[in-house]
Structures are given as C-alpha cells and as structure tokens.
C-alpha cells in the first residue's frame, strides 16, 4: 500500500503574495502525483485580477509548458473566451490539482489523463484556496465538476447547478466572492458534431453570462 501523504498544507508559506505561493508550489509532495509529473503547474495571471478560472490539472502539454491551459482544451479556452468577450490576460487561470496524473500506454509511450481522485483534489486544495485568497476574484467560474466540487463540496452537481451564481464562503475568504460552474472544455473536445457545437454554444452561454456579471 502506497503510504497517505499529508496534503499541501505544510509546503503553505506563512505569508506573502502569489509569486511566493507559486514557488512554495514547486516542492509541494503533498500527495503521490509530484512522483511521475514533470513540473508543478501553478495558476497564472495578474494577481489582481476580478475574475478567476478553474479548471481540473494540467494536462500533457501542461505538464510540459509548466503553466495551465496551453494545449488543446487551452485553445477551445482561448476560443469560448474571444467569443464571450472575456480577455484572458485579465483573468487568474488555474486548476483543481497542480501536478499531472496520467497512465502511460506501454504499446505508445504515450500518457493519458487520469481524472485525480477525491484524495488528490482534497491534498491540492490548500494551493487553491491560498491562490483565490490571495488573488480575491470577485467571480470564479468552476471549469468542470471537480473544480466546482473542490470549492462547493462532494454534493455539487454540474448538470443541475451549471450558469447558476452562489456565494463562495470557504476559509478566510471574507469578501463576498461568487461562483459559477460551467463544464470542462474537454468535454466538448471530446464529443463530435453536432453535439460538440451545441456543448460550444451552451458554454459560450455560460461564460457571457459570467462576462456580464463582471460588467
Ligand atoms: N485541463 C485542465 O483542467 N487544466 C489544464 O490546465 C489543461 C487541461
Ligand atoms: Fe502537492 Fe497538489 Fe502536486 Fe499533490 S498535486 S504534490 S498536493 S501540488
């Protein structure tokens, strides 16, 4: 049995601002997943800014680049983002869980996504809250169940809940931060016309409807 490790608490630097928490984040093992991954991917943007993105962990490319979003659901991102008029170099990007977890195809050498456990996300959280506590976004917009379920809790569901405002009350967040979920822009990528358009469509819905509330 692998033996549990403590979460991202103890790695938490006692003060100061964003770049100090990125740089505690590198030499986080706050869980198994630091083992295989190439490089911590800490959340990225201007430590001001009044809205924020959540997504899940990095992926392949991510793991590479060191910062989230820059491959393939990164550029679905990019897209959904120009067509909402929501400008990404004002927003905070991050994820969930900072490190890649991934299966490798023996037959290809290739790595594939593993969704991070309920364990991954709850060791991983500390990063977030301290990105979000740090950052004070007025809206966060929850990419997909598990950064929702992270902020929200094991009972949030994304099918019923989605576009919908609530309150973020978690700890030491005092200013009245709000959060929406919308889905992961990998789901999209990963249906096929026609059903992809409209899976587009529906989160370019969303995502204006979180543009108009910063308005
Ligand atoms: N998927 C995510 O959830 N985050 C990334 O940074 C990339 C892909
Ligand atoms: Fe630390 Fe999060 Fe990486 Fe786990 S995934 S080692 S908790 S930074």
């Known amino acids: 049995m692998t ?121 991983c959280r500390p990063w977030l809250i301290a990105e979000l506590n740090t950052v004070r976004p007025e809206l966060v917009v929850a990419l997909g169940a598990t950064a929702a379920q992270s902020l929200m809790g094991p009972e949030f569901r994304l099918n019923s809940q989605r576009g919908v405002l609530h309150d973020l009350v978690f700890d030491g967040l005092t200013e009245s931060t709000r959060l929406m979920a919308t889905v992961h822009p990998s789901a999209v990528l990963r249906l096929r016309d026609p059903e992809r358009k409209d899976a587009f469509a529906q989160f370019i819905v969303d995502l204006r409807k979180a543009a108009e509330t910063m308005a």
């Open 3 to 123: 033996p549990s490790r403590p979460g991202a608490e103890r790695w938490l630097p006692p003060e100061g601002g964003i770049d100090r928490l990125r740089e505690a984040a590198e030499t986080c093992e706050g869980c198994e997943l630091f083992r295989d991954a190439t490089q911590t991917v800490f959340g990225s943007g201007p430590a001001d800014a009044r809205i924020a993105f959540v997504g899940e962990q990095p992926g392949d490319d991510e793991d590479r680049s060191g910062a989230p979003f820059t491959g393939p659901a990164g550029r679905l991102l990019d897209k959904a983002f120009e067509q909402a008029g929501i400008d990404r170099s004002a927003a905070y990007v991050t994820n969930a869980v900072k490190h890649f977890k991934f299966v490798r195809l023996q037959s290809e050498g290739r790595r594939i996504h593993k969704k991070p456990g309920r364990g991954e996300v709850t060791a």
